[in-house]
């Protein structure tokens, strides 16, 4: 059974950096063709694609939020790590992990985290 | 990047209903389209993925269609499990961008 689940701070206060993992089972990060992307959706709003880390290594993030995303991965501990940094309020949004198609397509997603930036 | 654009934005209907709606990318994108739906709170869920292919333990009313352009989501029979808001999503070229939803309320 394949489940994603999202942890981190649920409040974060602007300029600050976020942290956000990722927790995968059954399947493993390091399988052949295994994709793990971040997505968000502010409130009321429609869905984000933040960022994508493949089996072998290999990062996506999309252009106009590249310069503050870094995508990472423990294999070891089977967690997808997303920070994002110089965080403002317009970020306030659920952030959700899910696996990811070679096409970009997103068959399993975690519960989303909320996370509100405020000071 | 890709916009996606769906119609209409919201629309009512009754449980037994046959409900149509609409999802238009601003460039050819074969059949690279996903649908997803969403309830209040909830992670969105997959239902159909290369425009038409089910997605596993997805209900057979649920079907999808088009090419190109021009796509298609039909629920044949509505159940009350599914009000809820849809989401297509091309995955043609990065980034994968979403439409805005068309949200399915209760008659």
């Known amino acids: 059974q394949v489940t994603l689940k999202e942890s981190g701070p649920a409040l974060v206060k602007p300029t600050q950096t976020l942290t956000l993992a990722c927790s995968v089972s059954?399947?493993?990060?390091?399988?052949?063709?295994?994709?793990v992307s971040w997505v968000r959706q502010s409130p009321g709003k429609a869905l984000e694609w933040l960022a994508r880390?493949?089996?072998?290594?290999?990062?996506f993030y999309t252009a106009s939020l590249k310069t503050r995303l870094t995508i990472s991965k423990d294999t070891s501990k089977n967690q997808v790590v997303l920070t994002m940094t110089n965080m403002d309020p317009v970020d306030t949004a659920t952030y959700y992990c899910?696996?990811?198609?070679?096409?970009?397509?997103?068959?399993?997603w975690g519960q989303g985290i909320l996370v509100t930036v405020s000071s | 990047d890709i916009q996606m654009t769906q119609s209409p934005s919201s629309l009512s209907a009754s449980v037994g209903d046959r409900v149509t709606f609409s999802c238009r990318a601003s460039q050819s994108i074969s059949t690279y389209l996903n649908w997803y739906q969403q309830k209040p709170g909830r992670a969105p869920k997959l239902l159909i993925y290369a425009a038409s292919s089910l997605h596993s333990g997805v209900p057979s009313r649920f079907s999808g269609s088009g090419f190109g352009t021009d796509f298609t989501l039909t629920i044949s029979s509505l159940q009350p499990e599914d009000f809820a808001t849809y989401y297509c999503?091309?995955?043609?070229?990065?980034?994968?961008?979403f439409g805005q939803g068309t949200n399915v309320e209760i008659k």
């Open positions: 059954g399947f493993s990060l390091s399988t052949t063709g295994m994709r």
């Open positions: 999503q091309q995955s043609s070229n990065a980034p994968p961008t």
């Open positions: 880390i493949d089996w072998d290594g290999d990062k």
């Open positions: 899910a696996r990811t198609g070679r096409y970009f397509d997103f068959d399993y």
